[in-house]
T-cell receptor
Framework: DAMVIQNPRYQVTQFGKPVTLSCSQTLNHNVMYWYQQKSSQAPKLLFHYYDKDFNNEADTPDNFQSRRPNTSFCFLDIRSPGLGDAAMYLC?????????????FGPGTRLTVL | GQQLNQSPQSMFIQEGEDVSMNCTSSSIFNTWLWYKQDPGEGPVLLIALYKAGELTSNGRLTAQFGITRKDSFLNISASIPSDVGIYFCAGYGGKLIFGQGTELSVKP
């Protein structure tokens, strides 16, 4: 089945220690998104890639960066995690240019910062 | 910026009851999406709506795209315990804007 995969599902890091979360997709979608979701809140868009074009949200801290080496993979790098960065991180994909704006989410990575 | 108001914030119902939740916005959207999120998991797409006035069903779920393109509702008929979770509406108008979520609890 075509899907969005996130690894790891749970990640524990120390305050200030860089961490990388990964996302892969078998949907062959041209857009990949990273969202941050804190408890009892809606997902908040951090940035997205349309093919190789990176689009950052205006309020995304510089501490968050992303890489998309190819169509299938996208990474979220947190350079110096703070306690406030503990959250669920969601990857999503969509196929822009088809007039269908559905986004398909992965299962998420729960990040704990000690 | 664009905002969605989703209501109710939470619902406690008896198994077998019907459920209704809605989203309203001051902005027009091209697409309305409804997602369900289980604890510790990512949102799962339930229904996508593309045309004003469109009414779409997916099993026991029915959703409508409001005529004004500023609102949408989701109905769940004959609720069952596995309907428990958080339901999010989302409107697309350049990017996806989420409602605050409706937390549904179902008592067997």
């Amino acid at each position: 089945d075509a899907m969005v995969i996130q690894n790891p599902r749970y990640q524990v890091t120390q305050f200030g220690k860089p961490v990388t979360l990964s996302c892969s997709q078998t949907l062959n979608h041209n857009v990949m998104y990273w969202y941050q979701q804190k408890s009892s809140q809606a997902p908040k868009l951090l940035f997205h890639y349309y093919d190789k074009d990176f689009n950052n949200e205006a309020d995304t801290p510089d501490n968050f960066q992303s890489r998309r080496p190819n169509t299938s993979f996208c990474f979220l790098d947190i350079r110096s995690p703070g306690l406030g960065d503990a959250a669920m991180y969601l990857c999503a994909t969509s196929s822009r240019g088809t007039l269908r704006n559905e986004q398909f989410f992965g299962p998420g990575t729960r990040l704990t910062v000690l | 910026g664009q905002q969605l108001n989703q209501s109710p914030q939470s619902m406690f119902i008896q198994e077998g009851e019907d459920v209704s939740m809605n989203c309203t916005s001051s902005s027009i959207f091209n697409t309305w999406l409804w997602y369900k999120q289980d604890p510790g998991e990512g949102p799962v797409l339930l229904i996508a709506l593309y045309k004003a006035g469109e009414l779409t069903s997916n099993g026991r779920l029915t959703a409508q795209f409001g005529i004004t393109r500023k609102d949408s509702f989701l109905n769940i008929s004959a609720s069952i315990p596995s309907d428990v979770g958080i339901y999010f509406c989302a409107g697309y108008g350049g990017k996806l804007i989420f409602g605050q979520g409706t937390e549904l609890s179902v008592k067997p």
